[in-house]
């Protein structure tokens, strides 16, 4: 068995491979302040859950925004799996080129979009993922990492304005039912999701006017992914969840 982990900014994606298939997938909270110790209990429970334990673990890879749980991921792989983690970045195989300024500035999860879209559904491809981050990543028909955009996440600019906004309260991220809100709580949720969803469209359309993106697939990951496909339907060719683990499996699979 495989075992993968994404390492983001706010969880810790964690998945097990058996061959090509995956066959179970966790979220933990991302904390710097546990120890190797307590991821290890943490990964011992899911694994048990699945039916698996840590000697059926055949080799690891890990990508990471949050360098202050590298090592402690890095230790608790070798300590209760005895096996050292593959760790992405633009030094190892990847199955694209990476074709930016600064390669070793890229964040290991827009590798791991990249490959994973490019693998799986072909370029040229848009891969725009939700997460405490929005990214934009565009991978040509010829495998091409060209760059792309950062925004602010759904839930981290929705964070911002309660904190610094003393009267507005927190809101759940849902899709209202109008976009002109009649309440503080209605008024948040139109400005913010459909808001969200207009930023998003912009910058997707843009994106398919240049050459090297015409035609291209346009997919969505990310745990809020849904939340703006549910509003605006026509702007993903697919919605794909479990992206960022399947281009683990695949970068593993081209270093082991």
């Not at 799986?120 to 491809?125: D, E, K, L, S």
Request: contains cysteine.
């Amino acid at each position: 068995m495989l075992l993968v982990l994404d390492i983001g900014n706010t969880n810790v994606k964690i998945g097990i491979f058996k061959g090509s298939k995956l066959i179970s997938t966790w979220r933990v909270s991302t904390q710097a302040s546990h120890t190797a110790d307590e991821y290890g209990m943490m990964v011992y429970d899911l694994l048990k859950s699945s039916g698996a334990s840590f000697k059926d673990i055949d080799g690891s890879i890990m990508s990471s925004v949050s360098p202050a749980l590298n090592y402690t991921i890095e230790h608790m792989c070798q300590y209760y799996m005895h096996k050292k983690p593959i760790v992405v970045s633009d030094q190892i195989k990847t199955g694209v080129t990476i074709k930016y300024d600064h390669p070793s500035e890229l964040g290991s999860d827009r590798i791991v979009d990249a490959a994973a879209a490019y693998k799986i559904y072909g370029g040229p491809a848009i891969v725009v993922d939700f997460g405490s981050a929005t990214t934009f990543n565009l991978v040509t028909k010829d495998g091409e990492f060209i760059g792309g955009a950062i925004s602010p996440g759904i839930k981290t600019a929705t964070d911002s304005l309660v904190n610094v906004a003393a009267k507005l309260p927190r809101v759940e991220l849902l899709k209202p039912e109008n976009i002109v809100g009649t309440s503080t709580r209605s008024g948040m949720q139109a400005g913010i999701v459909y808001g969200y969803t207009g930023l998003v469209s912009y910058m997707v359309n843009k994106y398919k006017e240049l050459p090297e993106m015409k035609d291209a697939k346009v997919i969505a990951t990310g745990g809020l992914s849904e939340l703006v496909s549910n509003v605006e339907n026509n702007i993903f060719d697919v919605v794909d969840r479990k992206l960022a683990l399947e281009g683990l499996k695949i970068i593993y699979d081209l270093n082991k």
